[in-house]
Structure formats: C-alpha cells, structure tokens
C-alpha cells in the first residue's frame, strides 16, 4: 500500500514540475514582452514629443485626458 501511494505522489509531483516549468517559461516570455513594450513605447514617445504640439493634438483626437506637469526649473535655489 505505501509503496503504492509512494508511486502515486511520485508521478504526481512529475505533473506538477512539469506543469509549473511550462507555466514560469510562459510567465517569463510575457514578462519580458511586457518590459519590450514599455521600452518601445517610451522610446516612442521621446521621439514624439520632438514634434511641437503632436501629443497634444493626438491625446485630443483619442480622447485621452492628461495633465500637464509644471516643468521644474533647473536653475532652482536651494
């Protein structure tokens, strides 16, 4: 019976290395597309704020809602 049972969380523990290495291999693809988006578009962005007025007429057109942040002044005092 244990030797049994033994055999059974055996072949059970398998499944699960098994699945749980298909699973983080699919995590990290996507992990790592994720942080390629990201740099693609904020590389896409410095390229676009080049352009006067470009972000600001296309956030019109989608709809996008934004703030437009006080730039801080490189000359400040401290």
Not at 25 to 30: F, L, P
């Amino acid at each position: 019976m244990l030797a049994n049972q033994t055999k059974i969380l055996n072949e059970e523990f398998a499944d699960l290395q098994k699945r749980s290495t298909q699973h983080y291999r699919s995590w990290k693809r996507g992990h790592e597309e994720k942080w390629r988006l990201l740099i693609d578009a904020y590389l896409w962005w410095r390229k676009a704020r080049e352009i006067e007025g470009y972000l600001d007429a296309l956030y019109s057109k989608m709809g996008i809602k934004w703030q437009k942040r006080k730039q801080k002044s490189r000359t400040s005092s401290r």
